[in-house]
């Protein structure tokens, strides 16, 4: 029995070795093709997060000059805001004005201011739409005089124009001094808003 046993061991070992080659064969054949598909999906898969990688490099470097003109901006802003604050005070409201007033008689130490007037005690609009008021005023002195008068003028912290300036000699050491001129004003405070 045990011969028959051993036959029928041999025969169907016989049987399995002759299966065994066509299914390695086959196992071969499909983990090569697993492995291949495998390399071309992962070429595949690298070069779409080259490419990705590349859309984020452009992306950041798109975002770092965008961030770098937001800050000029910023400074800009901040200095369009300290600006526009120095022209703000400089536009006087009424008791500005008071102050202008004393102020140029203070600058006038070594001239003699004959005539000092305002055209008038409300604020008039230019073709630009600020508001002004025309002042008017005579002054007597040397020339060295006259000129350190109006460099002093001109270093008040108010908005200025003049429209028109006239010299002339009244004797040897004194010259007469007319002037006309602009002093631009905040109008809310004259028109009674605060």
Not at 60 to 82: D, G, H, M, R, Y
């Amino acid at each position: 029995m045990e011969k028959e046993k051993n036959k029928k061991i041999k025969a169907v070992s016989k049987k399995q070795h002759q299966f065994y080659p066509w299914l390695h064969l086959s196992l071969a054949v499909f983990f090569s093709a697993l492995f291949l598909g495998g390399t071309f999906w992962l070429i595949g898969r690298l070069s779409s997060f080259g490419s990705q990688a590349e859309i984020s490099r452009s992306q950041l470097i798109a975002l770092k000059e965008q961030e770098t003109s937001l800050k000029v901006i910023s400074q800009n802003f901040s200095l369009v805001a300290e600006e526009t604050e120095i022209i703000e005070n400089s536009l006087p409201d009424e008791a500005g004005i008071v102050r202008f007033v004393k102020e140029l008689k203070g600058i006038s130490r070594d001239v003699s201011l004959s005539v000092f007037q305002f055209a008038t005690d409300q604020p008039i609009l230019d073709e630009l739409g600020r508001s002004y008021i025309d002042f008017s005023l005579e002054a007597k002195g040397g020339f060295a005089n006259l000129r350190r008068f109006l460099t002093d003028l001109a270093g008040l912290p108010y908005l200025l124009k003049l429209s028109l300036i006239d010299f002339s000699k009244t004797d040897q050491e004194e010259t007469e001094m007319i002037l006309h001129a602009r002093i631009f004003v905040n109008t809310p405070f004259f028109q009674g808003e605060s």
